[in-house]
């Protein structure tokens, strides 16, 4: 085996490592909350906080310390600088999921009969510290941050993002085989093992991981920025809850939706907003390259230039203190 096959191999593993913190965090966090509700009566606001929690301070500390520690690499590499870049998140996909879901409206696909708009100011507030606790913030640092960067080290961006994208699919089917034998492990039962939760279809279940992953990585690019995944993740999970399922949320909505037409609405404008990143992307310039090589060029241009610094002063001392010198 040459230098360069240890070198992919060892990108690939560190991927594959950013999935595997995900997954037994996940597990862990399933774990958790199944002992919340079940073994300990905890209910509402309360039992969704245990495992968000549990996810976060799992995940997160573990995924930061592997690349600081054994990659030995700067953590802002990862995608956490220029946090400003959130707002592209927000803007894109709401803008595509207002438009999409406007057009569902107009058809007839999609309706809403009420609002109660100090139960949707309660959702919205509730809904975001849980979500960026147990998905956006975790699944975006240890996927898009993590994985993409270890395999944006080896391979052009499209290819490290396709990557990211195709073990994105897998990693929660890994959670769910996690959670389950840690439940069997302790509770002496679990719940059978799928490759999609709360009996979806396998299927649909993976071709929309595939799309929001798309979107998730070409945001990535586009942006140079993990935080503009963590705000249209977080976009993508509220709008689907008030809209498409609760997820057990009391929005404060009253929706009706059409047979069938949910999962085209979600499909849509998720493409809507991929295009758009991609467009963002090109006229930025970030698909043709990596940021981590942007960051090593970074590197070297600062070492370029306080080597002539350096030169700039010696020449200096030489011509006000010639005697100075050796």
């Known amino acids: 085996m040459d230098q360069h096959d240890r070198v992919r191999r060892r990108a690939f593993a560190r991927a594959a490592l950013g999935v595997l913190v995900f997954a037994v965090a996940s597990g862990v966090?399933?774990?958790a909350g199944v002992a919340g509700s079940e073994h300990f009566g905890l209910t509402g606001i309360t039992a969704k906080a245990i495992p968000a929690v549990t996810l976060f301070m799992i995940a997160v500390p573990l995924v930061l310390s592997l690349r600081g520690k054994w990659d030995r690499r700067p953590v802002g590499e990862m995608g956490l600088r220029r946090p400003a870049t959130a707002g592209y998140g927000f803007i894109v996909v709401g803008t595509s999921a207002g438009l999409v879901l406007g057009v569902g409206?107009?058809?007839?696909?999609?309706?809403v009969d009420s609002v109660d708009r100090w139960s949707l100011a309660s959702f919205l507030l509730v809904n975001t510290v849980l979500a960026l606790l147990l998905e956006a913030v975790p699944e975006e640092l240890t996927l898009r941050g993590y994985t993409f960067s270890a395999l944006a080290d080896r391979w052009r961006p499209r290819l490290a993002g396709a990557g990211t994208t195709a073990l994105f699919v897998i990693a929660p089917s890994i959670g769910i085989a996690v959670g389950a034998g840690l439940d069997l492990l302790i509770w002496g039962h679990a719940e059978p093992v799928t490759f999609a939760p709360g009996g979806q279809d396998p299927a649909a279940y993976a071709v929309l991981l595939a799309v929001f992953g798309a979107m998730l990585v070409t945001a990535r690019i586009a942006?140079?920025?993990?935080?503009?995944c963590v705000a249209a993740h977080l976009t993508f999970l509220t709008v689907n809850r008030i809209f498409i399922a609760p997820a057990g949320f009391d929005t404060g909505v009253d929706v009706h939706l059409a047979p069938g037409g949910s999962e085209v609405m979600v499909v849509g404008y998720l493409l809507g907003a991929t295009v758009a990143f991609a467009v963002i992307g090109a006229r930025s310039g970030r698909g043709r390259r990596t940021p981590n090589r942007d960051g090593n060029r970074r590197r070297q241009r600062t070492t370029r230039g306080r080597h002539r610094n350096s030169i700039r002063t010696m020449v200096h001392r030489h011509r006000t203190h010639p005697h100075c010198d050796p």
């Open 223 to 228: 942006c140079g920025s993990v935080w503009v």
């Open 29 to 31: 966090a399933h774990t």
């Open 105 to 111: 409206a107009a058809a007839g696909t999609l309706r």
